[in-house]
């Protein structure tokens, strides 16, 4: 079966700090990996998606980047975080092969930035 | 742009009681889903919803779709405090790809005893 792993589970980050923040799936091969936030109260916000080994799409302008240097490995980073970048951070896979498969979503990291 | 708003966003209610939450969204899409939250905790898929007339049920919830009027339903029947949770539905949004899945905002559900 497959599983995706997301790590740290929380983190307290100074501003101005760099950002590292790693998920790796499991029991698949080529699936499509994105990294979505959640503010406080609110909704999922796509960061970015990758459908494949170097290739990130972003969807909103930010301090945020993302990269893919497996199949199977998504990492989000900063290089200097903001207040403004708090929140709960979850990736999360999907068959890209299949039209309806859902999205499978990681544990997500609980970041708080002081 | 596609804009995905659920109705209510907090719903108290009691055991036993049913009730609906419902999702409507602005432009044409194929696809819909239904995740739930628990406090502090990541997404689960209940639901994926591909076609006009689409119904899924799993235990007391229950999903349904119209495209014709771009508005998807989750009933909740004879609901138990188990299901206190947050429900959030999601469309996927222009040009069909998985990576353009628009979230509606949740609807926090607290059913208390």
């Known amino acids: 079966s497959q599983t995706i792993h997301q790590w740290p589970a929380t983190l307290v980050q100074p501003v101005g700090s760099p950002l590292s923040l790693e998920c790796t799936v499991e029991g698949t091969s080529n699936p499509n990996l994105y990294w979505y936030r959640q503010a406080a109260g609110r909704g999922l916000q796509l960061l970015f998606y990758?459908?494949?080994?170097?290739?990130i799409s972003s969807e909103v302008p930010q301090n945020l980047s993302a990269s893919r240097p497996q199949d199977r490995q998504f990492i989000l980073s900063s290089k200097k975080l903001l207040l403004s970048d708090s929140g709960f951070y979850l990736c999360?896979?999907?068959?890209?092969?299949?039209?309806?498969?859902?999205?499978?979503f990681g544990n997500g990291t609980r970041l708080t930035v002081t | 742009e596609l804009k995905v708003e659920q109705n209510p966003l907090f719903l108290s209610m009691q055991e036993g009681k049913n009730y609906t939450i419902y999702c409507n969204y602005s432009t044409t899409s194929d696809r819909l889903y239904w995740y739930r939250q628990d406090p502090g905790k990541s997404l689960e898929s209940l639901f994926v919803l591909l076609s006009n007339g689409a119904v899924k049920q799993e235990g007391r919830l229950m999903a349904s779709l119209d495209t014709k009027a771009r508005l998807s339903t989750l009933h909740i029947t004879a609901a138990v405090h188990d299901l206190s949770a947050t429900y959030f539905c999601?469309?996927?949004?222009?040009?069909?790809?998985?990576?353009?899945?628009?979230f509606g905002k949740g609807t926090k559900l607290s059913v208390k005893p």
């Open positions: 999601a469309v996927v949004g222009d040009g069909g790809s998985q990576g353009n899945l628009i």
């Open positions: 999360a896979w999907s068959v890209k092969t299949s039209y309806n498969s859902p999205l499978h």
């Open positions: 990758s459908v494949g080994i170097g290739q």
